[in-house]
């Protein structure tokens, strides 16, 4: 049975912000995250897991557009990586991965955002122990792996984001036409994980083991590309501070996704509202983030 997701409950999973916290309370976030062809994806993520509140932000790109996005989003510490002749992160990244992952001890990974079909991807998923929200192009690496959900490690807590094309393409099915669908689609691919799993759309499903959940905000301002992107990077600036605090689960897991989707579209509806349905760009998410988290307090 479905849950629909209220502001009380949302303001209370919320994690909370300590009056002697300092950065390294709330969580470190690794986003593996762009290519040539999609540059600005990783952009987003990274700038919407700080915005969420996470204590520090790597961002691990292709070292051709290191420069240019260092100058552009300076509290983000960027990590350039080997890429192949198309711009993708190449397969050898791996063999600085877990040097970076000593250095900075980060607390989970976000990976695929914008990456293309980079060989790196399939090394990723099966090799970083760290707890990981599986996102855009990871999610399409998986899909092309037979058989992939039997050999998951499901003790590695992980959050998956897709939409209903990707979704459909995990489970080797079709897209789900019917409100019943999406929820045997989501709640199919929690028990072959056994992590916690988004189908985005309008009223975004998030299931894990028993629960399922059904957001009440949002529209179609949300409708746009990045979107997705900006939802990735909030929702994992959420785990790390609930991680941090309670420990990596599937329920802190839970507790960041449900409380992610709800306040990714909050900020829809306040930039709905303040320029159009019509106009609002995934960077406006991320300017109304601090707007709708500041709304989730004052309303609760």
């Known amino acids: 049975m479905r849950t629909l997701t209220t502001l009380p409950q949302i303001h209370s999973w919320l994690p909370k912000r300590p009056q002697n916290a300092h950065k390294g309370s709330f969580g470190r976030v690794l986003v593996v995250a762009g290519s040539r062809r999609m540059c600005g994806a990783g952009l987003l993520c990274a700038q919407s897991a700080l915005t969420a509140g996470a204590g520090l932000v790597y961002w691990a790109l292709p070292k051709s557009m290191q ?3 260092a100058a552009a989003l300076p509290e983000v510490i960027t990590l350039p990586l080997p890429e192949n002749t198309s711009g993708e992160i190449d397969e ?3 063999e600085l991965l877990p040097e970076i992952c000593e250095q900075f001890s980060p607390s989970l990974a976000v990976v ?7 060989p790196l991807l399939p090394i990723l998923l099966e090799n ?3 707890p990981l929200l599986v996102d855009a192009d990871a999610l399409n690496a998986l899909a092309r792996q037979p058989g992939w959900h039997r050999t998951w490690p499901h003790e590695r807590p992980a959050i998956f984001t897709p939409h209903p ?3 459909a393409r995990l ?3 079709a897209p789900a036409l019917s409100e019943t669908a999406r929820q045997e689609q989501v709640q199919k691919l929690a028990e072959l ?9 309008a009223g975004t499903l998030i299931a894990a083991s028993q629960a399922l959940f059904e957001n009440t905000t949002g529209g179609p301002a949300l409708a746009k590309g990045g979107s997705g992107d900006v939802l990735a990077g909030l929702i994992a600036g959420l785990w790390a501070q609930l991680g941090s605090a309670e420990g990596f689960s599937l329920q802190t897991a839970l507790q960041a996704a449900v409380c992610g989707v709800y306040v990714h579209g909050l900020a829809g509806d306040l930039a709905s509202r303040s320029l159009s349905p019509y106009s609002v760009l995934a960077r406006d998410l991320v300017a109304h983030l ?5 709304q989730l307090e004052e309303d609760a």
């Open 67 to 69: 420069p240019a996005f």
């Open 92 to 94: 050898s990244a791996w």
């Open 112 to 118: 695929g955002p914008g990456m293309g079909p980079s």
């Open 128 to 130: 970083l122990s760290l």
């Open 165 to 167: 094309g990707e979704m």
């Open 171 to 173: 489970l080797n099915g």
């Open 193 to 201: 994980t056994q992590g916690v799993c988004l189908l985005k759309g």
């Open 290 to 294: 601090p707007l709708a988290l500041k």
